[in-house]
């Protein structure tokens, strides 16, 4: 059997009509299953209020996003905002949080669009299913 290797795919996050991000462009990467839900997992963690033991745990959010992280629009005072971890850490928190999840939302939210069905487009007949109630004693 042959080799077949997926293309990663690179989602673009328009907040158009997001209020504060509004006009902010992202494009970033999907990630793999795992990184996923350790990421998930991670943020739903974060909704709640922060304490010391929280940090060591969004700093890895904030790394899989940074690894995920193609391009973005972003600018301080005019200069643009390298799409890196370092850009990310110069950031407000909350409004890094609000980009995340927003990411993680798209690329666990979508679902690929649907391919050739695998049947001629018949649709198989189910056998007929018995109309009749059988007494608890026919049934076993």
């Known amino acids: 059997m042959g080799d077949f290797e997926p293309k990663r795919k690179v989602y673009s996050i328009d907040f158009e009509n997001s209020g504060e991000l509004s006009g902010l462009e992202v494009k970033a990467r999907s990630v793999p299953v795992g990184q996923f839900l350790d990421l998930t997992a991670l943020a739903a963690s974060e909704r709640d ?13 904030f790394a899989g996003f940074a690894g995920a992280l193609v391009e973005w629009n972003l600018t301080n005072d005019g200069e643009p ?60």
């Open 49 to 61: 209020a922060i304490t010391r033991a929280d940090v060591e745990r969004m700093a890895s959010l």
């Open 81 to 140: 905002v390298p799409p890196t971890l370092e850009g990310i850490r110069s950031q407000e928190a909350s409004f890094m949080l609000e980009v995340v999840f927003t990411w993680l939302a798209i690329i666990g939210d979508v679902m690929p669009p649907l391919g050739k069905p695998f049947n001629s487009g018949e649709t198989s007949q189910a056998p007929p299913l018995p109309m009749e109630v059988q007494s608890p004693r026919q049934a076993s």
